[in-house]
């Protein structure tokens, strides 16, 4: 048995007689339930480009309902590259299209944003049924 501080705020001191092997021992096992019990989100990331192929856009299209379907976020990556930006409209009507395709596994947390020479849309997954 051990002499355990259990408040130096107050005046006096308050102390407890207990197993002070056994009291770290209960911390660190709800420690450790609270870490598993916690959900960690990932994110995955999921690239294009401008003049993509239909069966390579399918194929990353179900990677995405794949990444959703087992809880991440998935977020959307459009590059550009050299004169690619100046169909920038091209760019947006694709990643409305990913998002349209993906709406029923995940919603977009926010709009296509144009940074720099890429578009990116993050797309967070819905309650399961």
Do not use: W
Not at 34 to 48: A, P, T, Y
Not at 73 to 87: D, I, P, Q, W, Y
């Amino acid at each position: 048995m051990d002499l355990v501080l259990v408040s130096d705020k107050s005046e006096p001191y308050v102390c407890r007689v207990m197993d002070y092997g056994k009291l770290r021992y209960e911390q660190k096992k709800k420690v450790k339930d609270q870490k598993r019990s916690s959900s960690k989100c990932k994110l995955k990331e999921v690239k294009f480009r401008v003049n993509i192929e239909e069966h390579d856009y399918q194929y990353k299209i179900n990677h995405a309902i794949e990444f959703l379907g087992k809880g991440n976020k998935v977020k959307l990556t459009l590059m550009f590259r050299g004169r690619e930006m100046a169909h920038k409209d091209i760019g947006f009507a694709l990643m409305e299209r990913a998002v349209a395709d993906l709406v029923e596994q995940g919603k977009a947390e926010s709009g296509a944003k144009l940074m720099g020479r890429n578009i990116t849309v993050v797309l967070a997954p819905r309650g399961k049924k």
